[in-house]
């Protein structure tokens, strides 16, 4: 009886596997509203809560939408920080699927000298409505600066329906 009841489970996980489809999709978001904090001593340490929106695009169920990022990025420039937050993507219909993220920020030294952020960190599905209510999944995540308020957020991983 224990023999069959592994077998079911384990059978029962890799059917819900079955369905994750590989994605890859990037948002381009600028800057709409920021409220920061910069310290006033020498660190130069900024805590920033910012709201951006942009489009999605690439392949998969939240490509093509609407999002807006929700994000609290605690930053010591030269040292690393913790960004991190939420992405609102917004399909043509109202569905909505919200998206929980976290980075851990390292600066490394660059070519020339200068220290060179490494933005990277994961991503997973939190929340949706309508057709995106059952959307499950996670995966990578790495932010590229663009401009002084442009960031473009780059996603891989697995979405299941």
Not at 49 to 58: A, F, Y
Not at 87 to 92: A, Q, V
Not at 98 to 109: H, L, M
């Amino acid at each position: 009886m224990a023999k069959l009841l592994v077998i079911a489970v384990i059978g029962a996980g890799m059917t819900s596997f079955a369905g994750a489809e590989p994605v890859k999709f990037d948002a381009l978001v600028t800057q709409k509203e920021a409220i920061r904090l910069d310290f006033a001593d020498a660190s130069k340490h900024f805590f920033l809560l910012v709201r951006r929106e942009g489009k999605s695009e690439g392949q998969g169920a939240l490509a093509g939408t609407a999002v807006q990022e929700y994000g609290a990025h605690d930053i010591v420039p030269g040292v690393g920080g913790e960004p991190r937050g939420y992405l609102e993507f917004t399909k043509g219909d109202g569905d909505k699927a919200y998206i929980k993220w976290t980075i851990q920020a390292v600066f490394v030294p660059g070519p020339d000298g200068k220290p060179k952020l490494l933005d990277n960190g994961v991503w997973q599905v939190v929340g949706g409505t309508g057709k995106l209510e059952k959307l499950k999944g996670a995966g990578t995540f790495h932010l590229v600066p663009t401009g002084p308020t442009e960031r473009r957020f780059v996603m891989e991983g697995e979405l299941v329906q």
